[in-house]
């Protein structure tokens, strides 16, 4: 009988977590309310290094595409041969653990000679344990604008190609 109730005990435990830990005085509804959803995207540190990573890899993807796959952006005129001039700031991010990791960002490039916005934009990408890949290109932010949704803000990148045709 001793085992049986033990057994009970431990299988309750094990597939409980959550209500034993709340009877414990562990946690509280109003935590697990702020918690992330699983699976789901949640904010990110703009100084983690991935996060600055892949929003450099972005601004050079951006800077020197030739063969224009990334949208055509107000300020695209002002970085034509500044390159070497443009200091890339992530002004919002949130992350998804994927098979690595999918970031939403928004960046800002600044001149970095008179250290003004040049112009912000959004963008998907996906971390694929150092690959990175751009997933879309969201819409043209303004510098002066807080990060907006990302879900009403993407494009893809194919279908902002075929507006521009």
Known sequence: MMKQTTFLSLLLLVTTPCAFARRLGLTTPSAAADAPMVGGFYPADTNNPFVVNAAQYAANTLLEDDNKKSPSYSFDSQLVGQEDNVKVIVTHASQQVVAGRNYKLTIQLDSETTNECIGSFNVKLWDHFGDLVILSWG???????????EEDSETDSNSSSEEES
Do not use: F, G, P, Q
């Open 139 to 149: 819409k043209e932010v303004a510098c002066s604008d807080e990060a907006e949704e």
